[in-house]
């Protein structure tokens, strides 16, 4: 019923930025919550960023300063800038949102397929 497509994943240099989107698609009455969660190899899934629907952005510690999330609810789209990119933020970033389901209101999480960042020299 909810999909989220995300892009703007790829190979960048250390102190490069890359731009993520992803955008919310299907039956749903309205969206929450919408950020954004990375993985790393040999490492737990973390938060990286979430963008409250009143519109007040937070960051884990490691990315703040460096990235800037901003959402278009008109366009149910959430962006994450990356800019001064780290080796260590090489991950699998991961688009995650909060719907409200038809026709009982019924709260779920919705996450999208991840994409690929890597940063290396």
């Known amino acids: 019923q909810v999909q989220l497509v995300e892009s703007g994943g790829g190979l960048v240099q250390p102190g490069g930025s890359l731009r993520l989107s992803c955008a919310a698609s299907?039956?749903?009455?309205?969206?929450?919550?919408m950020g954004w969660h990375r993985q790393a190899p040999g490492k737990e899934r973390e938060l990286v960023a979430v963008?409250?629907?009143?519109?007040?952005?937070e960051y884990a510690e490691s990315v703040q300063g460096r990235f800037t999330i901003s959402r278009d609810n008109g366009k149910n789209t959430v962006y994450l800038q990356l800019n001064s990119l780290k080796p260590e933020d090489t991950a699998v970033y991961y688009c995650?949102?909060?719907?409200?389901?038809?026709?009982?209101?019924?709260?779920?999480?919705?996450w999208g397929q991840g994409t690929q960042v890597t940063v290396s020299s």
């Open positions: 995650y949102a909060r719907v409200v389901l038809p026709p009982t209101l019924r709260v779920d999480d919705y």
């Open positions: 299907g039956s749903f009455l309205r969206i929450g919550d």
């Open positions: 963008m409250r629907y009143g519109g007040s952005p």
